[in-house]
């Protein structure tokens, strides 16, 4: 019987090519081109470029060809990179030298037994405990001085194969594994002038690695999206088209996208090298002239909802309701406004140009949700200074018997601006299903089943009323 080979391969950083796939879920998917040559019999091989938190279960090695016949025997991750902690509790119980050097040059030697080391693998470490000299010491008395690495020690977090082949081969294997770390997310900025509508954004995609890695020049690929991640139970008690964005930037396109199965993946152009704690931003969005409107929402009944066991009878007179009128940016993300592109999931800043200096004024932002084209977009970016609202409930009567209700709402609205303003008021009909306005001082549009709106328009230093009665029945 022919004994098999046993021979060992250390693949390193300048054989990998790099590729990341990066999810809005503190994942990614991580491939590398490794290279492989195998002997006839078992191959033991290693790869010290793997990040700290790998998800082991789904390292997956393989010959992207389909064409060399090879088997795993066995596959290993290793965590514990050499440290001076980690070797102090090699050491326990047993003396080593330990160095100083004084301000005047002089150095000095002694020797100390470890009795602890304080490395804590999970939590917070202790202090370490030495003994000099049959005393205890809470510090270290000098830089440790450690007898040399064996074999076993790695540098890096490192995987491990042991790889069995019938014949030789040399070949590019592909890597590929699931890691936590890494995560992206889209920035835009709006900027607009001080009178107008017409307003630019900009799309930055903001990537962050803390995955314990460094990566030099990788294809990133980023997934727009919900993917479905199946989590341990926790413990107890605990797209931008490429011919679109030329004709909009007038350059080449830093990122592409692409409808992707039930999601959108977008694609860098260029390498991007990472360093581990590192963010990086890369624009991936231009729209220089798109119109975007700014609307003034007086809402102040908006956390009042119908219980849905019994109509909610109490008249409430006498109580006080929030004065603020809401500013809302909203555009259409379609083509004929500049845009009609998927929009990642990110936040949005807004910004006005101050005529007098020219320079950028901050004036809100929000968060926006995976946007597809062709929808709308409304964003609550703060109150306005000038703009007052007040509500009152002035009449409320109810007939059990008769099973109906009448509640008489006023509404005032004042505009203490120097410019003509509009403001929309939102009332919803909370307390019942069926219901009708009555008197109602102007003209409303029903919105949904419990929700009208009544569009004010204010001249400078302006206050109107808006009055209605609802009136309920059962």
């Known amino acids: 019987m022919k004994k098999l080979a046993l021979t060992s391969l250390l693949i390193s950083a300048a054989s990998a090519d790099t590729?990341?796939?990066?999810?809005?879920?503190?994942?990614?998917?991580?491939?590398?081109?490794?290279?492989?040559?195998?002997?006839a019999g078992e191959t033991a091989v290693s790869f010290d470029r793997a990040t700290a938190q790998v998800l082991a279960d789904s390292v997956v090695l393989r010959d992207p060809s389909g064409k060399i016949g090879f088997s795993i025997l066995e596959q290993s991750y290793r965590n514990d990179p050499v440290s001076r902690s980690l070797l102090l509790r090699h050491f326990e119980g047993q003396e080593i030298d330990f160095r100083t050097v004084y301000p005047d040059g002089k150095v000095e030697v002694k020797s100390g037994k470890i009795i602890r080391s304080g490395h804590v693998p999970v939590g917070q470490a202790q202090d370490p405990i030495i003994e000099?000299?049959?005393?205890?010491?809470?510090?270290?008395?000098?830089?440790?001085?450690?007898?040399?690495?064996?074999?076993?020690?790695?540098?890096?977090?490192?995987?491990?194969?042991?790889?069995?082949?019938?014949?030789?081969?040399?070949?590019?294997?592909?890597?590929?594994?699931?890691?936590?770390?890494?995560?992206?997310?889209?920035?835009?900025?709006?900027?607009?002038p001080e009178k107008g509508e017409t307003v630019s954004l900009t799309g930055w995609v903001t990537v962050n690695n803390n995955s314990g890695?460094?990566?030099?020049?990788?294809?990133?690929?980023?997934?727009?999206?919900?993917?479905?991640?199946?989590?341990?139970?926790?413990?107890?008690?605990?797209?931008?088209?490429?011919?679109?964005?030329?004709?909009?930037?007038?350059?080449?396109?830093?990122?592409?996208?692409?409808?992707?199965?039930?999601?959108?993946?977008?694609?860098l152009q260029r390498p991007l090298t990472i360093r581990d704690k590192e963010t990086k931003q890369v624009e991936f969005l231009r729209a220089p002239a798109m119109k975007a409107k700014k609307k003034y929402i007086y809402d102040p009944a908006s956390m009042r909802f119908f219980g849905g066991g019994a109509p909610q009878t109490h008249p409430m007179q006498g109580q006080e309701f929030p004065k603020d009128v809401a500013i809302y940016w909203e555009f259409k993300n379609e083509e004929a406004n500049g845009l009609g592109v998927p929009l990642p999931a990110g936040r949005m800043r807004f910004y006005r140009s101050d005529d007098k200096d020219g320079n950028l004024e901050f004036v809100g932002e929000n968060n926006i949700d995976?946007?597809?084209?062709?929808?709308?977009?409304?964003?609550?970016?703060?109150n306005a200074f000038d703009l007052v609202g007040e509500r009152k409930i002035v009449n409320f009567q109810i007939d059990n018997r008769a099973e109906w209700m009448k509640e008489t709402i006023e509404v005032t609205v004042k505009n203490r601006s120097k410019e003509p303003k509009e403001i929309i008021v939102r009332e919803h009909l909370w307390r019942w299903l069926n219901w009708t306005i009555e008197d109602a001082s102007m003209q409303h549009e029903k919105k949904d089943a419990q929700k009208i709106e009544f569009t004010v328009k204010l001249a400078p230093d302006e206050e109107k009323k808006v009055t209605y009665t609802a009136h309920y029945t059962w």
Not at 30 to 37: A, G, H, M
Not at 133 to 150: M, N, S, T
Not at 218 to 246: D, F, H, Q, T, W
Not at 370 to 382: I, M, Q
């Open 213 to 267: 890695t460094a990566f030099q020049n990788a294809m990133v690929k980023l997934v727009a999206g919900e993917v479905n991640i199946v989590r341990p139970n926790p413990p107890m008690g605990s797209s931008m088209r490429g011919e679109r964005m030329m004709a909009m930037a007038d350059a080449a396109p830093a990122v592409t996208e692409k409808a992707f199965d039930d999601f959108h993946l977008y694609t």
């Open 370 to 382: 995976h946007t597809p084209r062709n929808e709308e977009v409304s964003l609550y970016t703060g």
């Open 132 to 192: 000099v000299e049959g005393k205890l010491r809470f510090q270290l008395p000098g830089e440790p001085l450690f007898p040399a690495l064996d074999d076993g020690a790695i540098l890096r977090p490192t995987l491990g194969w042991a790889i069995k082949s019938p014949a030789d081969a040399k070949f590019d294997a592909q890597l590929s594994y699931l890691s936590h770390g890494f995560s992206w997310e889209a920035d835009y900025n709006i900027v607009a």
């Open 19 to 39: 590729a990341l796939t990066i999810y809005n879920q503190n994942l990614a998917v991580v491939r590398e081109t490794v290279p492989l040559n195998l002997k």
